[in-house]
């Protein structure tokens, strides 16, 4: 009996170090591309190269490297696209020619988007980040279009 033990011991043993070995196999073929460099994290340039390309359409620097864009050329008439820190939070904004526009915005850690004017405006388009803690804690702006350049004005009347 106790040889008997043994050999089923030693079978069981024997088919764990298979499944395992035929499982690291498997994952060595299957995920290859998982830890190939093109999943390796972009840098802060290239994130910024990346968002640019995707905002104002055109192709850039990077795509001589390989990379596609994922949307058409831009039309003829380009909009002038820029990238303004505020202390609440992050405002992307364009001049399509005089007329402005908040593309985007992203609240820091402790804010949130409270309000922005969609699409191209008139004469100023306007947005609003909030304090979560201290809902009078507010950062207003204006971006406006001078000679079709983008240009955030903060609103201090508060």
Same mark, same amino acid.
């Given at each position: 009996?106790?040889? $008997?033990?043994?050999?089923? +011991?030693?079978?069981?043993?024997?088919?764990?170090?298979? #499944? &395992?070995? &035929?499982?690291? @196999?498997?994952?060595?073929?299957?995920?290859?591309?998982?830890?190939?460099?093109?999943? /390796?994290?972009?840098? #802060?340039?290239?994130?910024?190269?990346?968002?640019? /390309?995707?905002?104002?359409?055109?192709?850039?620097?990077?795509? @001589?490297?390989?990379?596609?864009?994922?949307?058409?050329?831009?039309?003829?008439?380009? #909009?002038?696209? /820029?990238?303004?820190?505020? $202390? +609440?939070?992050?405002?992307?904004?364009?001049?399509?020619?005089?007329?402005?526009? &908040? &593309?985007?915005?992203?609240? /820091?850690?402790?804010?949130?988007?409270?309000?922005?004017? $969609?699409?191209?405006?008139?004469?100023? #388009?306007? @947005?609003?980040?909030?304090?979560?803690?201290?809902?009078?804690?507010? %950062?207003?702006?204006?971006? %406006?279009?001078?000679?079709?350049?983008?240009?955030?004005?903060?609103?201090?009347?508060?």
């Amino acid at each position: 009996m106790n040889r $008997r033990t043994l050999l089923v +011991a030693a079978g069981w043993l024997g088919a764990a170090v298979l #499944a &395992v070995l &035929v499982g690291l @196999g498997a994952i060595s073929v299957i995920g290859n591309g998982l830890t190939s460099p093109e999943t /390796r994290p972009l840098s #802060a340039a290239e994130v910024a190269d990346e968002l640019a /390309r995707q905002i104002t359409g055109s192709p850039s620097a990077s795509a @001589g490297t390989g990379a596609r864009p994922s949307s058409p050329p831009a039309p003829a008439t380009t #909009a002038a696209t /820029r990238t303004f820190p505020t $202390r +609440a939070g992050t405002v992307v904004g364009r001049c399509a020619g005089t007329r402005p526009e &908040v &593309v985007s915005m992203s609240p /820091r850690q402790g804010y949130e988007l409270h309000e922005q004017d $969609r699409g191209p405006q008139e004469d100023d #388009a306007e @947005g609003e980040f909030r304090g979560l803690g201290d809902r009078a804690d507010r %950062v207003k702006f204006e971006i %406006v279009c001078p000679g079709g350049v983008p240009t955030l004005v903060e609103d201090h009347d508060d």
